[in-house]
Structures are given as structure tokens and as C-alpha cells.
């Protein structure tokens, strides 16, 4: 009896868990895909508005500044004419923190949270890409700071990655960290739907192999996601820069549902989390193992 009670708890916290990942996750996807964001892009200053919600956000889960106020500023060196559209010198920042851990090597967490802005009246929310991505790494720190481990966790937001990953190439050639402490640094964009599974990027590498193949083994063992594809390194989001400095992978959902890509349909609303306990489960799982 004591044996099936103590079951029974364990599947209502699971279950519990699922729900609390869920309800926080989407509230902050809701929250910067908002219309009070404007996009997250350089209208209105969108992409500071959302920089500080962010930092804020980061602050009341516990996470330590990396630099002053959790900002690391830097201008764009080009004019962009179509969205994201951008003027040359315009200052945007990066979002930075870390929680300390019981040694000073480092899982570093990354993604963009800055969006394609406005086209005249147009806004373009940016949902799956890339408020999914930022709202699993602000999980990931909130559940860092309750169960505290062995590594130093660290957590980047980026801006101007849509205008061809500018922030997170300042940071590299800005570093405030040491690279050779990198343990692994995860990347996550395009975090909605995930029906059928998940991708890794920078998989192949003679780097990163051995922590997808421990991915690919915890996954067959719980069966947790359909999927765990493999893809080659590509310049197609912020891990890019950081892969001839430390190992570093990007992991996106395959399949739906999510509202749409680069689209205004790309909404709150369109945002499928159904997958989303399981995928977190995943990356904890492997955290743990690492």
C-alpha cells in the first residue's frame, strides 16, 4: 500500500511539474510575442522593451549578472531596408547571467529573443522564432536555480540574430567568458510544436558527437520524443560563432503545430507546447548525465 501511495505522488508531481513548465513557458512566449513588444525589433525600441522584461525575468529567478546590469551592448555596422529592418549604428544588447555552480566549468545556454520588428503597421509577433527558444532557456534557468549542480550554468539572450546573427558574433569576439571552460553550449530556436521530434545542428563534429550520441541513448531509453535528427554545423542561428571556440550544438523542433515562419501569423496563439514537458524532460535528463 505504502509502495502504490508513494507512485500515485510521484505521477501527480509529475504531472504537476508538466503543468508548471507549461503555464510558465507560455506565459513568457506570450509575453514577447505580445503586441507591446512591437516585434522585438528596432520600432519602437521593441527589442530593448524586450530585453528588459527579460532581465527582469532573469532577476527574479535567481540569476547572477554577468555584466553591468546584464547588458552587453553593441551596434549594428549595416542599414537593412527589409525586416528586420535596421539603421547602421543602431545599439542593441545582449542578455546575460550566470548561476554559479559547485565548479567553475560551464553549460552555457543560448538564443535569440529579438524578432523581425514591423513592417509599417505590421507587426510581426515571433512566437516560434524565437520567443519559444528564449521562454525554454528562462526554464531552464528557473529550474537551475531551484536544484543547483555541479557546473556554472550561463545564459545568453541574443540580439540581432535575424540580421545575420550579430549579437552573438559580438559576444565571441567580445567573450566575458573563458572559452576553454565550456563544457557544452546548447542553443535553442524554433522551440514550438515538435510532433516529430527534434534536430541538432553541429552534431557531426568530432566536438559535440559523444553528447548527441548520449542524447540519441537517453532518448531510446524513454522513449520521449519521436525523432532526434542530425545535421552538419550551418550559419543558421547564434551557435555558429561559438563552435571554433567551444563545443556547441543548436537543437529546433521538427514539426508542428506552430503559426507560422518569418510570418505576422507566427503567434501566441499558434505556439503548440503539447511536446514541450517531454522535450524539457530530455534536456534534463541529459544535464544530469553529463
Known sequence: ???????????????????????????????????????????????????????????ANGVKPLCKNYYQYFRFRQTRTTPPIVRAG????????????????????????????????????????????????????RMANLQRGRYTYVFLLFGGEESGLVGSRYFVENPLIQFSKVKLLVNIDLFCGGDDGL?????????????????????????LTPKIGRRDNAANSDHYWFTSECPAIFIYTLGGPFGGYHSPTDTCEGCGLANYHRHMTLLRAFLEQL
Do not use: K
Open 1 to 59: 500500500m505504502v509502495r502504490i501511495a508513494w507512485i500515485l505522488a510521484l505521477l501527480l508531481f509529475s504531472v504537476q511539474l508538466q503543468a508548471q513548465d507549461s503555464n510558465y513557458v507560455r506565459r513568457i512566449v506570450c509575453d514577447l510575442s505580445g503586441e507591446d513588444m512591437f516585434g522585438r525589433g528596432m520600432q519602437h525600441r521593441g527589442d530593448s522593451i524586450a530585453a528588459d522584461y527579460l532581465r527582469r525575468e532573469l532577476m
Open 199 to 223: 534536430m541538432v545542428v553541429n552534431a557531426n563534429s568530432r566536438e559535440t558527437t559523444r553528447y548527441v550520441d548520449l542524447l540519441q541513448r537517453i532518448n531510446d531509453l524513454q522513449g
Open 90 to 141: 543602431y545599439q542593441s544588447q545582449n542578455v546575460c547571467g550566470y548561476i554559479p555552480g559547485e565548479t567553475d566549468t560551464m553549460i552555457v545556454f543560448t538564443a535569440h529573443y529579438e524578432h523581425l520588428g514591423m513592417n509599417g503597421d505590421t507587426i510581426f509577433y515571433g512566437a516560434h522564432d524565437n520567443a519559444s527558444g528564449t521562454a525554454a532557456v528562462m526554464d531552464l534557468a
